[in-house]
Every structure is written in structure tokens, then in C-alpha cells.
């Protein structure tokens, strides 16, 4: 997933959840943060962001923020959207028979549902809930870094769903670089990682998806995510 443009800017301060006020070329500008989450963190006064202009039409903002240098110097991508958009782009190139978005199920919208192309005459079914992992703690990754009951309800949904026939899939997509694992934030939402247990018991798969960030792009690396499809495809993934 590439931003068609994008610049630099300094971050100085976060008012509320969805703006920021940062300098670019020594003029202040308020911009859009495409992320909701507290990201404490890495939004701290004085460090790189990376803006994109989407050119939308009656925009109170010109500019999202998408990306943030820790002070570790590693790249965050922030942008809540991005982890859907790299991954619908991902399954896109695997062999699968149909990927769609956005598909109902039960009370939920779930992320992604998947079709295994099989010789049988029916089908394998996949529902995938993707979730975006930002927050990271001496080289592990947690989630979520703010209360998320739609993150329980969807994860209940994915255990129903695996009790009736479908393979179910939780994949966290992991924003930075030199992270493998993600770990539930317990301190934050203890009732996540009861839930996330429940989904492994259940036989719900949860995969951890390496990426690549660069200022203007988020990528799923290949060495990791073609290894995960394959166990997928070979129905050997567990949750782990």
C-alpha cells in the first residue's frame, strides 16, 4: 500500500483524538489524525511525522497524518485504515477463488470473507478480522492500545462463526518494522485478552503479519506473509 503523496512536518500537539496541530516548513498547520487511538507513545512534541494530502473536496484539514518516528527511530505507520487496504491487496495476489470485503455475518461487518478454491464441489470458508497493531513495548507488539468492545464483538463473532463451519482468522497486522508478535494489552482492556484465549480454544487462527513501513508506504513482507497463506491453504495454522 503506497500514499500518493506525502511530506514532512513536526509534530507539537494532539488538542483531541482527531486532530494535531504540526509545523511544516516553520508554518503551523492542523491536520486529520487517521487514528483514534491514544498513541501517547509516539505522537510526542518534537518528533517526524509524515502527512498525505488526499485532495478531497470541503476538507476542514489539507493534511492526514499517517506516520510518526519513534524516538527509537523506528517508523510507525498510524494510519487506522491502512492495515484493510495492505491486506485486501495481499489476499488479492494469493490463490484464492473469492475475496470480499466488508461481508456480514451474524450481527458484524467481519473484514474479509474468503473462499478456498477445493476439489470438492463446495468450498472452503474463511472469515478473516483484521486488527492494527501500533503499540509497541521493548520489541513486542500489543493490543489494543485504547478499550475496544467492537474488537470483543467482532472476535466473539469469529468464534460463532468457527462453531459453524467457517475457518476463522484474527490477523494483526503489525505497523512497524522488527516486530513478530503481538500480545494483548491487558492493562488496557483486560476483557481483550480473555476473549482472545476463548479464540484460540475455539480453534479461531490468530496470525501475526510482519510489514515493512516507510514513510509513504505500508507493506506486507513476503518472506512471512506467503509462508502464513501456505499454512493457511494447507489448513495447518492453530492458534497460537
Not at 490463490?95 to 472452503?124: C, H, L, M, N, Q
Not at 497493531?133 to 475496544?148: H, N, Q, R, S, V
Not at 487462527?205 to 513482507?221: G, N, R
Amino acid at each position: 500500500m503506497k500514499y500518493d503523496n506525502i511530506t514532512q512536518a513536526t509534530f507539537l500537539k494532539r488538542p483531541n483524538r482527531f486532530i494535531a496541530e504540526v509545523e511544516i516548513d516553520g508554518q503551523k498547520e492542523i491536520v486529520h489524525v487517521k487514528n483514534t487511538g491514544r498513541c501517547k507513545e509516539l505522537l510526542i512534541p518534537g518528533c517526524d511525522v509524515w502527512l498525505t494530502a488526499p485532495g478531497t473536496p470541503d476538507r476542514k484539514t489539507k493534511y492526514d497524518l499517517v506516520a510518526v518516528r519513534k524516538d527509537n527511530g523506528i517508523i510507525f505507520n498510524i494510519d487506522s485504515q491502512a492495515p484493510n487496504k495492505v491486506v485486501k491487496e495481499w489476499l488479492e495476489e494469493q490463490d484464492f477463488g473469492r475475496v470480499i470485503s466488508e461481508y456480514t455475518y451474524g450481527d458484524s461487518r467481519i473484514d474479509f470473507y474468503i473462499e478456498k478454491k477445493a476439489e470438492s464441489a463446495e468450498p472452503e470458508k474463511y472469515l478473516m478480522e483484521v486488527k492494527g497493531c501500533t503499540l509497541e513495548k521493548e520489541g513486542i507488539g500489543y493490543f489494543p492500545d485504547a478499550p475496544t468492545e467492537r474488537g470483543i464483538k467482532h472476535i466473539r463473532e469469529l468464534i460463532r462463526a468457527k462453531e459453524n463451519g467457517y475457518g476463522s482468522i484474527l490477523a494483526f497486522v503489525i505497523q512497524m518494522d522488527g516486530v513478530k508478535e503481538v500480545r494483548p494489552n491487558i492493562d488496557t482492556h483486560p476483557e481483550f485478552g480473555v476473549v482472545l484465549d476463548e479464540a484460540r480454544n475455539a480453534g479461531v487462527q490468530v496470525l501475526y503479519l510482519t510489514c515493512h513501513v516507510e514513510p509513504d508506504s505500508l507493506v506486507i513482507k513476503p518472506e512471512n506473509s506467503l509462508e502464513v497463506m501456505r499454512r493457511i491453504q494447507n489448513g495447518k495454522v492453530k492458534g497460537t
